[in-house]
């Protein structure tokens, strides 16, 4: 025993006196710094355990369970500030609501920040070297793969959609009785994103769902939700042991394994006949099977089949929840004021005979208002986004132009390793910038407001998301194609507030309860 202890001790010495060392000369640095771009420190959070932050945890953890963590985050900027700086599980995080941080973060100094240390090893079983999850080259290469062929696919994407709305709005009842929303547009939104991304619908929405769709649906529900709370728990996510989780994610990949090879099929066929010279003489009823689909597009620019199915996924992901939380969040809040319902039926009834376009879509001002106002994903983003919160990592020591200090107009000096969250919900509540209406859905507040990056609900350059103009336009043709059939819009909620649901994203967690009367 005696001898063990001899050798012991001078090891635990040796690597504390590094410990030291190390701490000293980063104190040493980190002051050298704030001297010379006269950095001061933001607000800290007031911890009962300042070394690792497991108040907040737990906190956040009940907030989480009750309901409670978007109100939660938004109350503590109003207590310590619009920057401040805390400790989650062993990370400095510095939480914000201050645009200029954003744009700084997101844009100017985007190059010294990352996602791929904090999503990788969290979402790899799902999302693999998928976009969402790293960063630098590979990212670079996910980017041109997708962005084009996204933009292709998309312009072609009309008569798609129309034909999946004509089913949704059979489901419709017309004899005002009570229906939630939010779970039929879910279900047109898995048909949409998959029939754009895949060729090919889930078939949601039919009476007679295909058990492999009904499966991967729910694969890929369960699958998002133990991803969320790996995403929680950070560098504890090896505290989430949950086989269903890992097998969740195995079927999810099966199903696009299966998409991947049939669209390579495609393209060794097409390469075949364009290297022969053939030319297609068929009709354009026997061309239908051969529309633009996102996955054909990008199979023309990579043959790799695992690239391929982690970028094609990674689109999927969340092209199927945002239009479909976006449009949900619209009808909860337009139920509840009539007096905007019967404007925006005002706006789109003169046109209620003529074709839908996108021309005709962007030209009714009033519902472009609704679609900035709503709590989702696209303008309604404003009050409930989808995506409440962003965070990146500092790869390289950065000094923000604002932040520090106790007035936050410092600059802030952020240590590599360093997290940056930017609250978008609590930022686009911020009465300072919105006015003391800010928490109330108020459409007509864009006649005059011109936000910068006070408002990013697809985030800014250069990852800003490359499906909005597809989420804009899903969502503005479902509550068109509503509002030119139904004359009243009815709350049938008992709750009037809107009540949060996390998963990846944000959703009502009762849905949209309304009824529709012809």
Not at 426 to 455: L, N, S
Request: charged letters at 25%; proline letters at 5%; hydrophobic letters at 40%.
């Amino acid at each position: 025993m005696y001898h063990l202890g001899t050798t012991t001790l001078p090891i635990v010495l040796f690597f504390l006196g590094i410990w030291i060392a190390n701490s000293v000369r980063r104190h040493l640095r980190d002051s050298a710094v704030n001297i010379q771009y006269q950095c001061r420190e933001p607000p800290k959070y007031p911890h009962r355990d300042p070394i690792l932050g497991l108040d907040l945890f737990w906190k956040y953890k009940t907030a989480f369970d009750t309901g409670r963590f978007l109100l939660v985050n938004t109350s503590d900027f109003h207590n310590i500030g619009k920057t401040f700086k805390a400790k989650l599980l062993g990370s400095t995080v510095i939480k914000t609501v201050n645009p200029e941080i954003s744009k700084a973060v997101f844009s100017t100094s985007s190059a010294n920040f990352g996602v791929q240390p904090l999503r990788y090893a969290t979402a790899k079983d799902l999302w693999g070297n998928g976009i969402i999850v790293v960063d630098g080259s590979l990212w670079s290469h996910a980017r041109a793969l997708i962005r084009p062929s996204f933009d292709l696919v998309h312009i072609a994407n009309l008569d798609t959609l129309c034909r999946h709305v004509d089913l949704f709005m059979t489901l419709l009842p017309r004899d005002g009785s009570t229906i939630d929303l939010l779970p039929l547009l879910k279900r047109l939104t898995l048909d949409t994103s998959s029939d754009f991304i895949f060729g090919e619908s889930i078939e949601s929405l039919s009476s007679a769902t295909p058990t492999a769709s009904h499966d991967f649906m729910e694969s890929f529900a369960y699958a998002q939700r133990g991803t969320g709370i790996r995403t929680i728990l950070g560098c504890f996510r090896f505290l989430h042991r949950d086989a269903r989780w890992l097998e969740a994610c195995r079927k999810v990949t099966d199903f696009c394994v299966e998409k991947v090879k049939n669209a390579l099929a495609r393209q060794k066929v097409q390469d075949v006949s364009s290297h022969q010279g053939l030319k297609d003489e068929r009709g354009p009823e026997q061309n239908f099977s051969r529309r633009l689909r996102l996955i054909d597009e990008m199979a023309k620019q990579t043959q790799d089949p695992i690239d391929l199915r982690y970028q094609i996924l990674n689109v999927f992901s969340p092209a199927h929840d945002g239009a479909a939380i976006t449009t949900g969040n619209v009808f909860f809040h337009l139920a509840r004021q009539p007096r905007l319902w019967a404007n925006l039926r005002d706006e789109i009834l003169p046109t209620r005979d003529e074709p839908l376009s996108y021309e005709l879509l962007r030209s009714y001002r009033f519902l472009d208002y609704v679609l900035r106002e709503r709590p989702d994903i696209i303008a309604a983003h404003r009050l409930t986004p989808v995506a409440t919160l962003n965070q990146r990592i500092c790869i390289r020591e950065t000094v923000l132009p604002l932040g520090g200090g106790l007035d936050n107009q410092s600059p802030l000096f952020i240590r590599k390793g360093d997290v940056i969250e930017v609250n978008y919900r609590a930022m686009m509540r911020d009465k300072d910038f919105w006015g003391k209406d800010a928490d109330e859905f108020r459409p007509e507040r864009w006649e005059i407001a011109r936000p910068t990056w006070e408002y990013t609900p697809f985030g800014g350059e250069p990852r800003n998301c490359p499906g909005m103009k597809l989420v804009y336009t899903e969502s503005a043709y479902v509550v068109v194609r509503i509002a030119r059939e139904f004359r009243y819009l009815e709350n049938r909620d008992g709750e009037i507030e809107w009540k949060e649901k996390l998963r990846m994203t944000a959703e009502s967690k009762n849905g949209a309860l309304v009824g529709l009367i012809a």
